[in-house]
């Protein structure tokens, strides 16, 4: 396990298994190793009766940037497209077998932002920003987004958000149903966490089968998943993605 994500079980909140991005200094930007750490603790979570719920935290004004940009010059620079620790993490998001909540504080910003869109609820603080500038880096929306979110937030919003990149408020991410509750910011962390034991608690046969009649066929979020990736790692190997990261990296 990386010290960049902290995985544990706090012992205030039985049944929940915490996953927290640590990474303050590069504003929560996640490596490989990262999303590796993350999936196999998501995969862990579904066979383990003592974790009955997950919770994603970031830290104090920050969620999560996205991915790390130097691993995305990496794989454009070495031609090797998308890498399987982000899409096994994806694929261990989408087929998590338990509920999944999320707390955001300040920035979410590409897969940062798109990973609530298969949590089952989000609480924000009133100063957090959602923002997936995907095409101004000259790639594609990925982790399903451009399947899951046209269907919560209808064709404009998610057009606006996942092709013109605009930024989401708190708010506006909780009328286009991105979030379930904003509240101030240093209420995000216990009251994430307060959810999900609440959720950790219920009868766990019930809310399992509760939560696959709401959530519906993954396997078709996984196709979209898949489909996603091949134009992403196309886009990554693209001239116009390699000049977008270094324009970016000399910033």
């Not at 003592?50 to 940037?65: D, K, M, V």
């Not at 046969?205 to 709401?214: K, M, Q, S, T, Y």
Request: hydrophobic share 45%; net charge negative; charged share 25%.
């Amino acid at each position: 396990m990386t010290d960049h994500i902290i995985v544990e079980q706090p012992a205030a909140h039985p049944g929940v298994q915490l996953i927290r991005f640590n990474r303050p200094e590069k504003k929560n930007a996640i490596t490989r190793a990262m999303y590796r750490t993350m999936a196999d603790a998501l995969n862990a979570a579904n066979t383990n009766p003592g974790i009955r719920a997950t919770a994603f935290l970031g830290t104090e004004g920050c969620f999560s940037a996205g991915n790390d940009m130097n691993d995305f010059l990496g794989a454009a620079m070495g031609g090797r497209g998308l890498e399987q620790e982000i899409l096994d993490f994806l694929y261990a998001l989408v087929n998590a077998e338990k509920p999944v909540v999320s707390g955001v504080d300040g920035l979410a910003i590409g897969i940062g932002t798109t990973i609530h869109l298969h949590c089952d609820l989000t609480i924000a603080s009133s100063r957090s920003q959602f923002r997936t500038p995907f095409v101004d880096l000259a790639l594609v929306p990925e982790a399903g987004s451009s399947l899951v979110a046209p269907r919560l937030m209808g064709h404009q919003r998610a057009f606006a958000l996942l092709a013109a990149g605009e930024a989401f408020s708190a708010e506006e991410a909780k009328e286009a149903g991105l979030v379930w509750k904003v509240v101030e910011s240093g209420e995000v962390d216990s009251l994430t966490l307060a959810t999900a034991a609440k959720l950790a608690a219920k009868p766990p046969e019930a809310l399992r089968i509760a939560r696959d009649l709401i959530r519906g066929d993954r396997g078709e979020i996984i196709a979209r998943i898949d489909e996603e990736a091949r134009y992403f790692s196309a886009r990554l190997k693209s001239a116009e993605a390699r000049a977008a990261f270094e324009a970016f990296m000399r910033r």
